[in-house]
């Protein structure tokens, strides 16, 4: 089945700074990778994704890219404010696995923004 | 609010009783799929229901869990003879076909 690895588990950045978040998959025919952001105590939210047919997609300070021969995704976080704070998840869909429709998620990222 | 409810948002039982959650989608979607989260690890998923139709469980879905969907509207997830290795956030979510998963507050489950 599909495996996905994020890094870093956590990551603290400058108010007003980057940040930027990696994830790899294993399987080559999955096709749909989203990232979602998770506050203490809600479900995860989702904040931008991308399909296989697309490098590359933005959303005000929000940006994700993927590279499909690499097989790795990284979602990048511009002018970072403090509500950014909270745990963010990337996931990958539609792998020859089990699970066809179902995501499987990385491990997530920790993200502190240092006022 | 139109988004995806769950209830209860939290349960405390006792191991070896049974429990029952029940998740409410987006009106209009048609899947709907449950998640299992532990702390400290992204969600994983257990089942999707297509409508009523149940098209998939993973291998964490053990036989003391069952999930139904009964008129394609609601669903329920219920575990028996609860153990405590089931703690957890139970998570639901739902989606239009072949698109965005949009999750609930979800379900946290504590077994004494």
């Known amino acids: 089945g599909e495996n996905v690895e994020q890094h870093p588990s956590t990551l603290s950045v400058q108010e007003g700074d980057s940040a930027v978040i990696k994830c790899t998959y294993s399987d080559s025919a999955s096709n749909y990778f989203p990232w979602y952001k998770q506050e203490l105590g809600k479900g995860p939210q989702l904040i931008i994704d991308i399909r296989s047919n697309v490098g590359e997609k933005k959303d005000q300070r929000i940006a994700v890219t993927l590279n499909k021969t690499a097989k790795h995704f990284s979602l990048h976080i511009t002018e970072t404010q403090p509500e950014d704070s909270a745990v963010y998840f990337c996931a990958a869909r539609g792998g020859s696995g089990g699970g066809a429709d179902g995501l499987t998620f990385g491990k997530g990222t920790h993200l502190i923004i240092q006022p | 609010d139109t988004g995806v409810s769950q209830n209860p948002r939290h349960k405390i039982t006792k191991r070896g009783q049974n429990v029952t959650f029940r998740c409410d989608p987006i009106s209009e979607h048609n899947r709907l799929y449950w998640y299992r989260q532990t702390l400290g690890q992204g969600p994983e998923f257990l089942t999707y229901f297509q409508n009523e139709a149940q098209l998939e469980k993973s291998r964490l879905l053990s036989d003391r869990f069952s999930a139904e969907r009964p008129k394609g509207s609601f669903s329920t997830l219920e575990i028996q003879r609860t153990e405590q290795g089931d703690s957890a956030m139970y998570l639901c979510?739902?989606?239009?076909?072949?698109?965005?998963?949009?999750f609930g507050p979800g379900t946290r489950l504590t077994v004494l």
């Open positions: 979510a739902s989606s239009p076909l072949f698109n965005e998963q949009f």
